[in-house]
């Protein structure tokens, strides 16, 4: 009868097959996690700084898309990004109040004539070779200019907050219903939030991911 003991052999196999099995456990839960990493939208860096025409922000971040959303600009659809940065005055006395806000709103295209993408700013557009290249220009933004809501107070302090989305209100409709129930299209990264003073000329805001 083989195998009838616990012999060298037998060990040796029975360890075999446990490393595999460790393997494909591994292999199970890193999946999701590299699939989380292939579209995903990463705030590298950030800055708020104080100039002649009052506040303004730069940042910069990586866009990664996925597959459905890089077949909807095939079709061409146009995929339209947020950016958005809010000051909040938080109060123990009453409502909290955004004091002054930033909000920008890019658009990416894909023309299959010339076979460029198009990144269409609220007040010019570019043009890119490839979607790599485009999606490194979609992710940089320089000197956006704050909107002040309120008076603000140099020695305040307020929550400041950024994140980037994807926008699927700007899309057609049949793109919005399938939205709706696929996790492909949500496409945002994390709302980074903090405490803050006002920054002064000579001393802006940086933030910048380890």
């Known amino acids: 009868m083989p195998c009838c003991k616990k012999t060298d052999s037998c060990q040796k196999g029975g360890l ?12 199970l839960l890193l999946l999701p996690m590299a699939i989380a990493q292939a579209e995903s939208i990463q705030i590298r860096s950030f800055s708020l700084s104080a ?20 077949q909807a600009l095939e079709k061409g659809i146009v995929l ?9 005055d938080s109060r123990w006395y009453w409502l909290n109040e955004e004091v002054a ?3 920008y709103r890019v658009g990416l295209r894909y023309y299959a004539l010339t076979r460029q993408y198009h990144l269409n ?4 557009a570019q043009s890119y070779n490839t ?5 490194q220009a979609l992710g940089q933004l320089r000197d956006y200019p704050v909107t002040v809501k309120a008076e603000l107070k140099q020695d305040a302090d307020y929550i ?19 939205a709706l129930g696929s996790s492909q299209w949500n496409l945002r990264s994390e709302k980074l939030e903090w405490r803050m003073k006002l920054p002064v000329p000579e001393q ?3 933030y910048r991911d380890r």
């Open 204 to 206: 802006p805001f940086y």
């Open 16 to 27: 075999s097959q446990i490393v595999r099995l460790l393997v494909q456990l591994l292999v």
């Open 160 to 178: 400041a907050s950024i994140r980037i989305w994807l926008d699927l209100t700007r899309m057609p409709k049949p793109f919005q219903i399938e």
């Open 101 to 103: 806000r930033s909000k």
């Open 80 to 88: 339209y990004f947020v950016t958005k940065f809010s000051l909040i």
């Open 51 to 70: 100039t002649d025409r009052g506040y303004e922000i730069s940042l910069g971040s990586e866009i990664t898309l996925n597959a459905t959303l890089e």
């Open 131 to 135: 979607l790599r290249e485009a999606l």
């Open 121 to 124: 700013h609220p007040s010019f």
